[in-house]
Each structure stands twice: as C-alpha cells, then as structure tokens.
C-alpha cells in the first residue's frame, strides 16, 4: 500500500482485537480516533455526568458539598478507560440491584445511539484537523463494536467516502471465548430497539419474570450476549461486503508491526471485490 495518506476503519466485535491493532500502529505516524472515547467525551459527556450526581446526591456528606458547590464531580474519561460510558448505559433489571428500568434504558440506549452515529459522522473533519493541525498523514478510526446496529446509511457512506473500513472477522474459537468473558462479566450493552423488542420478552418467559424490574441485571446481559453477538455478525459482514474489506481475527495476534498490517490489508484488496463494485 504506497498511498501517501492512509485512512482506515476498523469494525468488528469488542474483544476482537481492534485495540490491539491499532497500538501495533506507530502513533507519531497514524492518528487514532477512537469513536467510543469521542462519545464519552463529547456527545454523552452531559448525561454521563448527570448519571454520576444523580448517585453522588443518595449519600448526604457528597449531596450537602455538592449543593453548595463546595466540590465538583467530572469523569475521566480515556481511550483505555471508558468505563463511565458503560456505567451510564446500564442494565435491565431490578433498582435495588443497580438495574434500570426499561423506560429509563431505552431513553439511555437511544441517546447512545445518536450519540455514535454523531462520532461516526465526525470522521471526516478529524481526518482533516489531524493533518491540519498535528501533521499526521495516516489516520485509524477504531470504530465501536455497535456500529452494525446502528441502521444509519449515512454514517456507512460518510466511512466508506472518506476511509477504507476493514472488517475483524472473529473466528468460531474466539467466538466461544468473547461468550464465555461476557458470563463471568457481565458488561453493559447496546441494542438495536427492535432486538431488544425481540428477546426480552423471550428471556422473561423463559425465566419466569412478570416485569423487567424483577429481573438481576448481570442475569439478561448473560443470557442475551450470545444471541446479540450472533446476530451482529451478518450485519457486519454485509457491511464488509458492501463498503469494505474483511480480515481474519485469527491473522491479528501475528501481526507484529505497521508492514504486516498493511500487507494483510493489501491481500485483502487483491482478493476481495466490494459487491456494490459489481453491482
């Protein structure tokens, strides 16, 4: 790949190396846009933070010195630690358990939502203002792990114009690990409101639950990660197929540098032929 200035996405499941990929991207060379971080830090930066004094105000000592502005509450927020985002999706489940209910995790889902598809569309003038402002020739947009959920042509299209989007695909060994994490962690999730429409009517037929609120949180997202990771994939493929490339997950731990990376990119390119090429 002789390009003079490299621009790539990269889609793919959390857990299936995208991170791992990109720090085997010399940074004084490519800048890194993670879609995630820009989330936390820009567009969900607000609620993020009204979600954390909403908790801070239960405990009287941090309610009486935050109404008299005595201290100031901020989340810190970094590319390796986006855990205040993930505290602000939350969990169905029962309050007493730390879960949400489904009104509230609805309207956070949907402001995730138009959260992500704001960062996707931001690509472009980051790509400009690292060049612009920081000299950087190359640039690696880390994409979330919910971009196939988003059913937004117009982010798909703004990626597609202004990057070469490579798609990790995961492989039926590390399928099974990425399950096995999410059982003994459970993590918040996003989802498309009409999978969750879906399955969470399933899971509380299954388990015997009249109402969201009588469900442990950790118990949905256990059960409901294998059938949201399954039906992810396709999705991502499609996009692959349609905008991009597709990479084996399996190629990415032997990976040892930026060379390898971009001849793995440029095999993919001799062999593969985008369908709306064809079309």
């Known amino acids: 790949m002789a390009w003079d200035s490299k621009r790539i996405t990269l ?77 602000f999706l939350g969990k169905i489940g029962d309050p007493h358990q730390g879960g949400l209910p489904l009104k509230e995790f609805k309207r956070r889902q949907a402001l995730h939502r138009q959260a992500e598809i704001a960062a996707m569309l931001d690509v472009p003038a980051f790509i400009e203002k690292a060049e612009d402002i920081y000299g950087y020739r190359h640039f690696l947009n880390d994409a979330g792990g919910s971009v196939c959920e988003l059913d937004e042509p117009k982010v798909l299209d703004t990626l597609a114009r202004h990057t070469l989007i490579i798609y990790i695909k995961t492989t039926p060994q590390l399928e099974q690990t990425l399950i096995e994490r999410a059982k003994q962690i459970p993590k918040p999730l996003y989802y498309r409101e009409e999978f969750l429409d879906q399955q969470l009517p399933l899971f509380m037929q299954e388990r015997g639950y009249e109402t969201p609120e009588q469900i442990p949180p950790d118990e949905f997202v256990t059960w409901v990660f294998p059938r949201l990771f399954r039906s992810r994939l396709p999705r991502y493929q499609h996009i692959a197929d349609q905008y991009g ?34 079309g």
């Open 11 to 87: 889609l793919g499941m959390s857990g299936v190396g995208k991170t791992t990929l990109a720090n085997k991207l010399p940074k004084e060379k490519w800048f890194h846009y993670s879609g995630d971080y820009r989330i936390g830090t820009k567009y969900l930066e607000e609620p993020i933070l009204d979600n954390i004094k909403r908790q801070a105000m239960q405990v009287p000592f941090l309610r009486d010195l935050l109404r008299s502005d005595s201290i100031y509450i901020c989340s810190n927020i970094t590319v390796n630690n986006l855990a205040p985002i993930a505290t």
């Open 245 to 278: 490339y597709t990479v084996d997950a399996g190629e990415i731990n032997r990976l040892r540098d930026e060379q390898d990376f971009l001849e793995l990119v440029a095999d993919a390119i001799a062999t593969q032929i985008p369908v709306r090429q064809t």
